[in-house]
């Protein structure tokens, strides 16, 4: 059996059991999950909050931005408590203090310590005790326990409103005024943040942890970590390290073998000669769309990041009142991905006749319906959102035309259908471009095919995002939603990217087909080896058990190992770079993808392992640690990689043209140079900074209106501003050379080779 054939069984056999593994788990979770109550009830039977108010209370919720204002079990948004463990933090000292006046006659902070400790060890078993009744389907609380329920719900319809008491917190939390005008809405808001709170403390029956794994750090009602999260911690660690020992060792033996068979470079660019076809050339604008939608993106992110100093205002004017925070983070994350993702689907259409040499009949017509639904898609989808964050939309329309309040996964229900079926387009003019290619028997032919399997996966996997429905339970939201995130995204679009690189290097004549072949494979079977399973660490502290701590522990960590090696992966990369003259035609497009490698074992290597077991995301999920990672790695991996990918189309697209290298170089070195001042002079110190608070006094703290109010926390966050300004300019010189390589190109002085590409 050849190498080619047993490396496709083995990737085979990896997704039926990865997937398999994954889709089982999910029926565990689904069995497991933190029950929804018909009703919660005094002893004494009065009703204190309905299933129908909660779940009302989490259309509201999903309705004014939901995770992108403050978060939930740790997902969402930075600014903003995460509301979860504040109600936690609030109904506990509400009870201590009702429970000290009841029998000291003195508040609870009047108490001296041993005193308070009473107070705790008394009141620790009734918080964390499971009075989930089975058969009436009620949470039943001691009467002092309601008014303490009572007494939090007061503050969050307060919040929630205009009432001038709590402006200045909503200021702190950059809220908009009255952001829930409607007091039924605001007390079913308060119904819903009471229900995820009592998960995260109430224990699981028979066991001593909550349905949270007892996230988040609380030490006045015990929740601390699990003896799981240590464990599995240290194992993820071990099996990191035994999978860089095998990686490393292979490599060795692999890589020597490689450099004897190394294939000397053509004496010309064989892609100069390259003939585009009309649905080619009908790609340029989606650049052009990408460069719009990115430049827009940063527009966004630096609004949303000085939210966090001026809390309604931008510079004196109260942009809250027509631009809140929930949505310019809304939107700015949701362009982060759509830009990049539409950056790989132009690739995907440009190099299809590329590799195959086919154009198929209406594929240009193809290419400009695609197109057209994906600008209606942001603007139809944005619209949406303005309308459901400022409350004009109304919950009976919201999830299908507003906002979903899932981060990431946002947008509408119907235009995530949209969306979907136009995935499912790309996916039939990508494989219809690529048939011919794939029926040829040649040294490539694998690399097509797993180039075209990428291809079905994307277009099939963000099918994912429509799962769920608005009433499914929220630990089976997240389980869902991390399938597009981190298998569609983080997965099969990287797959997708490396099979492309690696073709066009082998059309470039520097890598033989054979030997890419197994290449591509043997990365894939590596990165999919920690990226299916993988998926399960961020869903440590969702409302499921420990297997799914277990697993993503000891699986994720395995999604570091190719990380490891990523410097033998770079200086082949630049080695193709300096393999001919003719090469330095590529030299941008090949310094995005040594970028690429650069923030591969940086930002999802360095800075993703950071937070990734299961004992450190305890403390940093949901602080600037993690947005460390998501920066870094978003942009610094997929972002450059995009680019890098839009550059090389570019250079096809435009032959003829000389490119301005001044122009380039500005733009290459301010975004990685803006990148790397934003996570250093911000996101690292402050993620240091909460990291400290949270193991301090816990994690409510480390995101209170107290602690970012902090003048520390104003100048980090003030910080930021050399980088995004760095940045800024980075992409604004990239917009600027696209724009002279259309509107006044200057003709390159090489001429075009008469040879065409076998």
């Given at each position: 059996?050849?190498?080619?054939?047993?490396?496709?069984?083995?990737?085979?056999?990896?997704?039926?059991?990865?997937?398999?593994?994954?889709?089982?788990?999910?029926?565990?979770?689904?069995?497991?999950?933190?029950?929804?109550?018909?009703?919660?009830?005094?002893?004494?039977?009065?009703?204190?909050?309905?299933?129908?108010?909660?779940?009302?209370?989490?259309?509201?919720?999903?309705?004014?931005?939901?995770?992108?204002?403050?978060?939930?079990?740790?997902?969402?948004?930075?600014?903003?408590?995460?509301?979860?463990?504040?109600?936690?933090?609030?109904?506990?000292?509400?009870?201590?203090?009702?429970?000290?006046?009841?029998?000291?006659?003195?508040?609870?902070?009047?108490?001296?310590?041993?005193?308070?400790?009473?107070?705790?060890?008394?009141?620790?078993?009734?918080?964390?005790?499971?009075?989930?009744?089975?058969?009436?389907?009620?949470?039943?609380?001691?009467?002092?326990?309601?008014?303490?329920?009572?007494?939090?719900?007061?503050?969050?319809?307060?919040?929630?409103?205009?009432?001038?008491?709590?402006?200045?917190?909503?200021?702190?939390?950059?809220?908009?005024e009255d952001t829930v005008p409607d007091v039924q809405h605001r007390r079913a808001l308060g119904a819903f943040f009471f229900w995820t709170s009592w998960a995260t403390v109430t224990e699981r029956p028979g066991e001593t942890m909550s349905y949270t794994q007892n996230w988040p750090y609380e030490p006045l009602v015990g929740n601390a970590p699990t003896s799981a999260a240590f464990i599995w911690t240290v194992f993820s660690v071990l099996f990191m390290i035994a999978g860089i020992?095998?990686?490393?060792?292979?490599?060795?033996?692999?890589?020597?073998?490689?450099?004897?068979?190394?294939?000397?470079?053509?004496?010309?660019?064989?892609?100069?000669?390259?003939?585009?076809?009309?649905?080619?050339?009908?790609?340029?604008?989606?650049?052009?769309?990408?460069?719009?939608?990115?430049?827009?993106?940063?527009?966004?992110?630096?609004?949303?990041?000085?939210?966090?100093?001026?809390?309604?205002?931008?510079?004196?004017?109260?942009?809250?009142?027509?631009?809140?925070?929930?949505?310019?983070?809304?939107?700015?994350?949701?362009?982060?991905?759509?830009?990049?993702?539409?950056?790989?689907?132009?690739?995907?259409?440009?190099?299809?006749?590329?590799?195959?040499?086919?154009?198929?009949?209406?594929?240009?017509?193809?290419?400009?319906?695609?197109?057209?639904?994906?600008?209606?898609?942001?603007?139809?989808?944005?619209?949406?959102?303005?309308?459901?964050?400022?409350?004009?939309?109304?919950?009976?329309?919201?999830?299908?035309?507003?906002?979903?309040?899932?981060?990431?996964?946002?947008?509408?229900?119907?235009?995530?259908?949209?969306?979907?079926?136009?995935?499912?387009?790309?996916?039939?003019?990508?494989?219809?471009?690529?048939?011919?290619?794939?029926?040829?028997?040649?040294?490539?032919?694998?690399?097509?095919?797993?180039?075209?399997?990428?291809?079905?996966?994307?277009?099939?996997?963000?099918?994912?995002?429509?799962?769920?429905?608005?009433?499914?339970?929220?630990?089976?939201?997240?389980?869902?939603?991390?399938?597009?995130?981190?298998?569609?995204?983080?997965?099969?679009?990287?797959?997708?990217?490396?099979?492309?690189?690696?073709?066009?290097?082998?059309?470039?004549?520097?890598?033989?087909?054979?030997?890419?072949?197994?290449?591509?494979?043997?990365?894939?079977?590596?990165?999919?080896?920690?990226?299916?399973?993988?998926?399960?660490?961020?869903?440590?502290?969702?409302?499921?058990?420990?297997?799914?701590?277990?697993?993503?522990?000891?699986?994720?960590?395995?999604?570091?190992?190719?990380?490891?090696?990523?410097?033998?992966?770079?200086?082949?990369?630049?080695?193709?770079?300096?393999?001919?003259?003719?090469?330095?035609?590529?030299?941008?497009?090949?310094?995005?993808?040594?970028?690429?490698?650069?923030?591969?074992?940086?930002?999802?290597?360095?800075?993703?392992f950071l937070i990734n077991t299961p004992l450190a995301l305890y403390y940093m999920q949901g602080l600037n640690l993690t947005a460390l990672h998501g920066h870094t790695a978003l942009f610094g991996v997929y972002g450059m990689l995009g680019l890098g990918l839009m550059l090389f189309c570019m250079r096809g697209l435009r032959p003829d043209m000389q490119w301005n290298g001044r122009t380039l170089a500005g733009a290459f070195w301010s975004l990685n140079v803006g990148l790397a001042?934003?996570?250093?002079?911000?996101?690292?110190?402050?993620?240091?900074?909460?990291?400290?608070?949270?193991?301090?006094?816990?994690?409510?703290?480390?995101?209170?209106?107290?602690?970012?109010?902090?003048?520390?926390?104003?100048?980090?966050?003030?910080?930021?501003?050399?980088?995004?300004?760095?940045?800024?300019?980075?992409?604004?010189?990239?917009?600027?050379?696209?724009?002279?390589?259309?509107?006044?190109?200057?003709?390159?002085?090489?001429?075009?080779?008469?040879?065409?590409?076998?």
């Open positions: 059996m050849s190498t080619t054939r047993r490396l496709w069984l083995s990737l085979g056999t990896l997704l039926v059991v990865g997937f398999g593994i994954l889709l089982w788990m999910g029926g565990v979770i689904h069995r497991q999950a933190p029950p929804m109550p018909q009703a919660v009830v005094t002893e004494r039977g009065e009703i204190v909050y309905t299933r129908a108010e909660i779940e009302l209370g989490r259309q509201v919720w999903q309705s004014i931005g939901g995770q992108q204002l403050g978060s939930i079990w740790g997902h969402g948004a930075l600014v903003a408590p995460d509301w979860s463990a504040d109600w936690l933090h609030r109904e506990t000292l509400a009870w201590f203090d009702l429970r000290a006046r009841a029998t000291d006659g003195v508040a609870y902070t009047e108490l001296d310590p041993g005193r308070q400790a009473r107070v705790q060890a008394e009141l620790r078993p009734l918080i964390r005790g499971n009075t989930f009744d089975a058969a009436s389907e009620r949470i039943v609380v001691p009467a002092q326990r309601a008014t303490a329920i009572a007494q939090v719900a007061a503050h969050y319809a307060s919040l929630f409103s205009g009432d001038p008491a709590t402006h200045a917190l909503r200021e702190s939390y950059a809220m908009r020992a095998l990686l490393a060792w292979h490599n060795a033996v692999w890589h020597h073998k490689d450099k004897l068979e190394a294939l000397p470079p053509p004496a010309h660019d064989p892609m100069r000669g390259l003939v585009l076809t009309p649905s080619m050339k009908a790609t340029g604008k989606y650049f052009w769309l990408v460069l719009a939608l990115f430049l827009v993106q940063i527009l966004l992110g630096a609004t949303t990041a000085h939210y966090q100093v001026e809390g309604q205002n931008a510079y004196g004017f109260a942009l809250a009142d027509v631009l809140p925070y929930a949505l310019t983070r809304s939107w700015h994350t949701q362009l982060a991905v759509l830009w990049i993702a539409t950056a790989w689907l132009a690739t995907g259409l440009y190099i299809g006749p590329a590799i195959s040499g086919h154009e198929p009949k209406y594929q240009r017509l193809g290419v400009n319906v695609l197109f057209t639904c994906l600008v209606a898609i942001v603007v139809g989808a944005f619209t949406g959102q303005w309308f459901a964050v400022m409350q004009k939309l109304g919950l009976a329309n919201n999830f299908w035309f507003g906002h979903q309040g899932w981060e990431y996964t946002d947008i509408g229900r119907f235009w995530q259908w949209f969306l979907f079926i136009g995935l499912l387009l790309w996916l039939v003019l990508v494989g219809r471009a690529l048939w011919p290619a794939l029926r040829r028997k040649d040294d490539t032919s694998s690399i097509v095919g797993l180039l075209f399997l990428s291809t079905v996966a994307i277009g099939l996997l963000y099918g994912a995002g429509l799962m769920w429905s608005e009433r499914t339970h929220l630990s089976m939201v997240e389980y869902w939603r991390w399938w597009v995130v981190h298998l569609w995204v983080e997965g099969f679009f990287e797959v997708f990217a490396v099979a492309v690189i690696s073709f066009l290097f082998v059309k470039l004549g520097l890598v033989r087909g054979t030997t890419a072949t197994i290449n591509v494979l043997f990365a894939t079977i590596v990165f999919m080896a920690g990226g299916i399973l993988g998926t399960f660490h961020h869903l440590y502290f969702a409302g499921t058990t420990t297997a799914v701590v277990a697993l993503g522990a000891s699986i994720s960590a395995l999604e570091v190992v190719p990380l490891a090696l990523i410097g033998l992966e770079a200086f082949e990369t630049w080695r193709h770079g300096q393999a001919a003259p003719w090469m330095q035609r590529y030299r941008w497009p090949i310094l995005f993808f040594l970028a690429v490698s650069f923030w591969n074992l940086v930002g999802a290597g360095l800075f993703g001042l934003m996570g250093l002079l911000t996101l690292l110190p402050l993620g240091v900074l909460q990291l400290q608070a949270a193991l301090e006094n816990g994690y409510w703290y480390a995101r209170s209106a107290e602690f970012m109010g902090k003048p520390i926390v104003h100048l980090l966050v003030w910080m930021r501003v050399p980088g995004d300004s760095v940045f800024s300019i980075g992409a604004l010189l990239m917009a600027w050379f696209v724009f002279r390589l259309w509107v006044a190109p200057r003709p390159d002085p090489v001429p075009v080779a008469v040879a065409k590409p076998a």
